[in-house]
């Protein structure tokens, strides 16, 4: 007897807990709040709330592991037993060595982190070398599908597939040159095997294996190894069914590939990849196969058309023996329930579907495939008049091209050491510093009227003033007022903005146990008044020292938004450049000297495909000139960028025209800088020295290392020396030693120039 797959499922639903249970939890057990046995408790409390809530809704296909403390690639390193020598040797649990790889320990750096896909998710890159001993270890998607049935629910195990985990991954620090962690693919196979046959063991019918990897421009030979890979798997006699998942975007050749197997399941995303469905038709009837249809877009908070949804599920019926709706990726990407939010605007509100919804969306679906689409509800009726500004179009459509640009680098070089007077080898910080639970507290107290506007305003200065005197005293030479009014560096211009619409509860994992709220954009971008000025111009007023402006980039709030879908992404853009622009044209004619613009999400937004990168390279960089571009020579423009494999995009890059570029370069040990230098990157660099993701604290002779490699690839007249992001998710005890040695590293090799 084989189980059918199921009528309607998600591939994944969010892990935080609809009060971000699971980052108290964490937090609590890094902190000594709590044990392990606690922290496992609490999480098996969560999971189970999920299973009953995914069973309770209707949906016929659960899935299971997709639980995780902190991430799932990290989760599925463990699996295959992918845990490198220098987190072993540490001697700690197994609980604490996981704990290791993601946030490093005094002893030894975490694995690196960066982007998952076109999304704001952090994914822990594995390392795998030549002599990477892959094991089956399936302890955990055997707990979970056990837990699961204990409470009657059977489950569908989720990994991520062996492929996409070695594409992923980057060679270990001790590989030879030339290798690539895809050549061990058939090793890594063999302990799939083993996993899938403990979990036949157990009973289980159905495992997910995610190969999204796919859907990003791969050449034959990786194609090729998909195909292997699952011709080896398939071929097992003791496995669960196999259910291949892709998503964000369209699978191209690798879908006649892996149709080639003998996969019982293949999903497809329909929302990023509408292409999809030609290409199935395409390839013709695929008898005994089950389409897994991605009808519902899981990385987005706007409600399905259900009735033009059923209508590409219904043309998927003639290609397939079985179709099954589901979302379009793992609802970990969206917050966890539109109930969450009931004073939002009716007129949005009507218009939303958060994860707990879009659970409702697919069970529609899945019954309308089957018994027709009588009984689903009608469109939702086109956006407001209200949510439209012509003065704002109006404004775009008269800018021309003398409005993106300034004038050349050198000129602008010249001003900017004539007015700033830095030393060599400037030192800073990117923006925020640490958002204590006093700064919360006034925050929540503001926002609750239980703190006035001048109370409030008064304990900000306070903690600006406080931050202030902290970079002088360690002798930072360009200072930041520390963003202690900000929530989040995108949330808070989503508050001001209009166009935007900002929730309460609406909270998204962004790496571990760090959540964010990401704003919803509905209507045309306005700024109804300045929203950092006040903040930059006072901490200007403490000290002689150059203050950044500090401001969040038009594509980063865009990526780190979600987003309207009634107008190209390219117009929304400009739209919010227009608002900035206006921004830092206020806070120079405030008297700051250097206004930052950080775009961390360059490379997040890139599409997968290369065919449609330059478009989207075009209207990014556009959209960032026209923000920085109306200011004097001698303003200087800085940006920062972090957590993604930027040197795929060092023409953009170089295209911002910014004067000082800041980037994330300690966890991939300064890696960046060789793809600067080969580029021939001629204008100011901040390569980050320290990894502020980490608890540990640096020690000098680390970062002037770190120092020292940056020289060697930066002259020494355009190198600045920062950390590599933010500074809020840190305490003071560990960014004051760090910044110490910062500072005291830069005077070292100061020195050594002369």
Same mark, same amino acid.
């Given at each position: 007897?084989? +189980?059918?797959?199921?009528?309607?499922?998600?591939?994944?639903?969010?892990?935080? =807990?609809?009060?971000?249970?699971?980052?108290? *939890?964490?937090?609590?057990?890094?902190?000594? =709040?709590?044990?392990?046995?606690?922290?496992?408790?609490?999480?098996?409390?969560?999971?189970?709330?999920?299973?009953?809530?995914?069973?309770? *809704?209707?949906?016929?296909?659960?899935?299971?592991?997709?639980?995780?403390?902190?991430?799932?690639? /990290?989760?599925?390193?463990?699996?295959?037993?992918?845990?490198?020598?220098?987190? #072993?040797?540490?001697?700690?649990?197994?609980?604490?060595?996981?704990?290791?790889?993601?946030?490093? +320990?005094?002893?030894?750096?975490?694995?690196?982190?960066?982007?998952?896909?076109?999304?704001?998710?952090?994914?822990?890159?594995?390392?795998?070398?030549?002599?990477?001993?892959?094991?089956?270890?399936?302890?955990?998607?055997?707990?979970?599908?056990?837990?699961?049935?204990?409470?009657?629910?059977?489950?569908?195990?989720?990994?991520?597939?062996?492929?996409?985990?070695?594409?992923?991954?980057?060679?270990?620090?001790? *590989? $030879?040159?030339?290798?690539?962690?895809?050549?061990?693919?058939?090793?890594?196979?063999?302990?799939?095997?083993?996993?899938?046959?403990?979990?036949?063991?157990?009973?289980?019918?159905?495992?997910?294996?995610?190969?999204?990897?796919?859907?990003?421009?791969?050449?034959?030979?990786?194609?090729?190894?998909? %195909?292997?890979?699952?011709?080896?798997? =398939?071929?097992?006699?003791?496995?669960?069914?196999?259910?291949?998942?892709?998503?964000?975007?369209?699978?191209?050749?690798?879908?006649?590939?892996?149709?080639?197997?003998?996969?019982?399941?293949?999903?497809?995303?329909?929302?990023?990849?509408?292409?999809?469905?030609?290409?199935?038709?395409?390839?013709?009837?695929?008898?005994? #196969?089950?389409?897994?249809?991605?009808?519902?877009? =899981?990385?987005?908070?706007?409600?399905?058309?259900?009735?033009?949804?059923?209508?590409?599920?219904? *043309?998927?019926?003639?290609?397939?023996?079985?179709?099954?709706?589901?979302?379009?990726?793992?609802?970990?990407?969206?917050?966890?329930?539109?109930?969450?939010?009931?004073?939002?605007?009716?007129?949005?509100?009507? #218009?939303?579907?958060?994860?707990?919804?879009?659970?409702?969306?697919?069970?529609?679906?899945?019954?309308?495939?089957?018994?027709?689409?009588? +009984?689903?509800?009608?469109?939702?009726?086109?956006?407001?008049?209200?949510? !439209?500004?012509?003065?704002?179009?109006?404004? /775009?459509?008269?800018?021309?091209?003398?409005?993106?640009?300034?004038?050349?680098?050198?000129? !602008?070089?010249?001003?900017?050491?004539?007015?700033?007077?830095?030393?060599? /080898?400037?030192?800073?910080?990117?923006?925020?510093?640490?958002?204590?639970?006093?700064?919360?507290?006034?925050?929540?107290?503001?926002?609750?009227?239980?703190?006035?506007?001048?109370?409030?305003?008064?304990?900000?200065?306070?903690?600006?003033?406080?931050?202030?005197?902290?970079?002088? %005293?360690?002798?930072?030479?360009?200072?930041?007022?520390?963003? $202690?009014?900000?929530?989040?560096?995108?949330?808070?211009?989503?508050?001001?903005?209009?166009?935007?619409?900002? +929730?309460?509860?609406?909270?998204?994992?962004?790496?571990?146990?760090?959540?964010?709220?990401?704003?919803?954009?509905?209507?045309?971008?306005?700024?109804?008044? $300045?929203?950092?000025?006040?903040?930059?111009?006072?901490?200007?007023?403490?000290?002689? !020292?150059?203050?950044?402006?500090?401001?969040?980039?038009?594509?980063?709030?865009?990526?780190?938004?979600?987003?309207?879908?009634?107008?190209?992404?390219?117009?929304?853009?400009?739209?919010?450049?227009?608002?900035?622009?206006?921004?830092?044209?206020?806070?120079?004619?405030?008297?700051?000297?250097?206004?930052?613009?950080?775009?961390?999400?360059?490379?997040?937004?890139? $599409?997968?495909?290369?065919?449609?990168?330059?478009?989207?390279?075009?209207?990014?960089?556009?959209?960032?000139?026209?923000?920085?571009?109306?200011?004097?020579?001698?303003?200087?423009?800085?940006?920062?960028?972090?957590?993604?494999?930027?040197?795929?995009?060092?023409?953009?890059?170089?295209?911002?025209?910014?004067?000082?570029?800041?980037?994330?370069?300690?966890?991939?040990?300064?890696?960046?800088?060789?793809?600067? #230098?080969?580029?021939?990157?001629?204008?100011?660099?901040?390569?980050?020295?320290?990894?502020?993701?980490?608890?540990?604290?640096?020690?000098?002779?680390?970062?002037?290392?770190?120092?020292?490699?940056?020289?060697?690839?930066?002259?020494?007249?355009?190198?600045?020396?920062?950390?590599?992001?933010?500074?809020?998710? !840190?305490?003071?005890?560990?960014?004051?030693?760090?910044? %110490?040695?910062?500072?005291?590293?830069?005077?070292?090799?100061?020195?050594?120039?002369?």
């Amino acid at each position: 007897m084989t +189980t059918p797959f199921g009528q309607s499922t998600v591939l994944g639903y969010p892990r935080i =807990g609809p009060d971000r249970e699971l980052k108290r *939890a964490v937090e609590a057990y890094w902190a000594g =709040g709590i044990d392990a046995a606690e922290l496992h408790d609490r999480a098996a409390r969560l999971r189970a709330a999920v299973w009953r809530t995914l069973r309770d *809704a209707g949906l016929a296909s659960v899935p299971s592991n997709t639980f995780s403390f902190y991430d799932h690639v /990290l989760d599925t390193a463990v699996a295959v037993d992918a845990v490198p020598d220098r987190f #072993r040797r540490l001697g700690l649990s197994e609980l604490d060595t996981y704990f290791a790889m993601a946030r490093g +320990t005094a002893a030894e750096p975490a694995l690196e982190l960066t982007k998952w896909f076109a999304t704001n998710y952090h994914y822990l890159v594995p390392e795998i070398g030549p002599d990477t001993a892959f094991t089956a270890r399936p302890d955990k998607p055997l707990r979970e599908y056990t837990e699961a049935a204990a409470l009657g629910i059977t489950t569908r195990p989720v990994l991520v597939g062996p492929a996409t985990f070695l594409l992923l991954a980057k060679p270990a620090p001790d *590989a $030879p040159e030339g290798f690539r962690p895809v050549d061990r693919l058939d090793d890594l196979v063999d302990a799939y095997a083993d996993i899938l046959g403990a979990l036949a063991d157990a009973g289980v019918p159905w495992v997910q294996l995610d190969e999204p990897a796919y859907v990003a421009d791969r050449d034959a030979a990786e194609i090729d190894a998909l %195909r292997a890979a699952y011709d080896r798997i =398939g071929a097992l006699h003791h496995r669960p069914r196999l259910f291949v998942a892709s998503y964000f975007g369209e699978l191209g050749d690798a879908l006649p590939a892996l149709l080639a197997t003998p996969v019982e399941a293949v999903g497809l995303d329909l929302v990023a990849g509408p292409g999809n469905l030609a290409r199935l038709a395409a390839a013709g009837p695929i008898p005994g #196969r089950t389409v897994v249809a991605g009808l519902v877009d =899981g990385h987005n908070v706007w409600r399905t058309d259900l009735r033009a949804a059923a209508a590409t599920g219904a *043309a998927l019926t003639s290609l397939a023996d079985h179709v099954s709706v589901a979302t379009s990726c793992s609802l970990l990407h969206v917050p966890v329930d539109l109930a969450a939010e009931p004073d939002l605007d009716p007129d949005l509100r009507a #218009r939303l579907a958060f994860a707990r919804q879009k659970v409702d969306e697919v069970v529609a679906l899945g019954r309308a495939l089957r018994d027709g689409v009588g +009984t689903l509800p009608a469109p939702v009726p086109p956006a407001p008049a209200a949510w !439209r500004d012509d003065t704002v179009r109006a404004r /775009l459509a008269d800018l021309g091209d003398e409005h993106t640009r300034r004038a050349p680098y050198a000129e !602008r070089a010249a001003a900017q050491r004539a007015r700033l007077g830095l030393p060599p /080898l400037p030192t800073t910080t990117i923006g925020s510093f640490p958002q204590t639970d006093e700064l919360r507290r006034a925050r929540a107290a503001h926002r609750a009227g239980r703190l006035d506007d001048a109370g409030y305003a008064d304990r900000m200065r306070a903690e600006i003033a406080h931050v202030v005197a902290v970079q002088e %005293r360690l002798g930072l030479d360009v200072l930041v007022h520390g963003e $202690p009014e900000r929530n989040d560096m995108v949330q808070y211009f989503g508050e001001q903005l209009g166009g935007f619409a900002a +929730t309460v509860n609406g909270w998204v994992q962004s790496y571990g146990s760090r959540c964010v709220r990401p704003p919803v954009i509905h209507g045309d971008v306005t700024r109804p008044a $300045p929203m950092t000025v006040d903040w930059s111009r006072y901490a200007q007023s403490l000290t002689g !020292r150059p203050v950044k402006g500090m401001l969040t980039g038009p594509v980063t709030i865009l990526a780190w938004s979600f987003i309207r879908t009634d107008q190209p992404l390219a117009d929304t853009a400009d739209q919010v450049a227009l608002a900035l622009r206006d921004e830092i044209r206020d806070l120079e004619a405030a008297g700051i000297r250097i206004v930052q613009v950080d775009e961390p999400a360059l490379r997040e937004l890139l $599409p997968l495909r290369a065919a449609d990168q330059p478009a989207y390279l075009n209207w990014a960089v556009t959209a960032f000139r026209l923000a920085t571009s109306g200011v004097a020579d001698a303003t200087q423009i800085h940006t920062h960028l972090c957590y993604s494999e930027f040197g795929e995009v060092l023409p953009a890059i170089d295209a911002l025209d910014a004067d000082v570029t800041s980037i994330e370069a300690s966890r991939s040990k300064m890696e960046i800088l060789d793809d600067l #230098r080969a580029a021939g990157y001629g204008r100011g660099v901040g390569p980050g020295v320290y990894d502020i993701h980490s608890p540990r604290v640096p020690d000098q002779a680390e970062i002037t290392e770190a120092l020292c490699r940056a020289v060697a690839a930066v002259p020494a007249d355009r190198l600045w020396v920062n950390p590599d992001c933010g500074l809020k998710t !840190r305490g003071y005890a560990e960014i004051e030693p760090a910044l %110490r040695h910062l500072v005291a590293a830069a005077a070292q090799i100061r020195a050594t120039l002369g």
